[in-house]
């Protein structure tokens, strides 16, 4: 089992930048690929980045250069940058951590979730 608990959301004015935060307990981070989604209102699920235990990355093209994630092994816990934020990034942010070691940007291939954040960008 793990629990994942996000942080780090709030308002923020657009071409603001905010660092979401997910902290991972209950089994072993590192072997854990970490996932971050978002969920506008009225919208699905929608596939943000995900980082392996080595750090390889995958990312949303819509996103790269905006976004960045990152992962401390150490802290067991899993970063989202985000810079130069939009009005559309509005959103809960949601971190998942998939248990087989392939990174995915699908939702259904991640095992655990966190209770999601907020993050509203104002205009």
């Known amino acids: 089992q793990v629990q994942l608990v996000e942080s780090g959301g709030g308002l923020v004015q657009a071409g603001g930048s905010l660092r979401l935060s997910c902290a991972a307990s209950?089994?072993?981070?590192?072997?854990?690929?970490m996932g971050w989604f978002r969920q506008a209102p009225g919208k699905g699920r929608e596939f943000v980045g995900a980082?392996?235990?080595?750090?390889?990355?995958h990312s949303a093209d819509s996103l790269k250069g905006r976004f960045t994630i990152s992962r401390d092994n150490a802290k067991n816990t899993v970063y989202l940058q985000m810079n130069s934020l939009k009005p559309e990034d509005t959103a809960v942010y949601y971190c998942?951590?998939?248990?087989?070691?392939?990174?995915?940007?699908?939702?259904?291939?991640?095992?655990?979730w966190g209770q999601g954040t907020q993050v509203t960008v104002s205009s």
């Open positions: 998942a951590a998939r248990q087989v070691r392939l990174l995915s940007s699908f939702p259904s291939n991640y095992d655990y």
């Open positions: 209950g089994r072993t981070f590192s072997s854990l690929v």
């Open positions: 980082i392996g235990g080595n750090t390889n990355t």
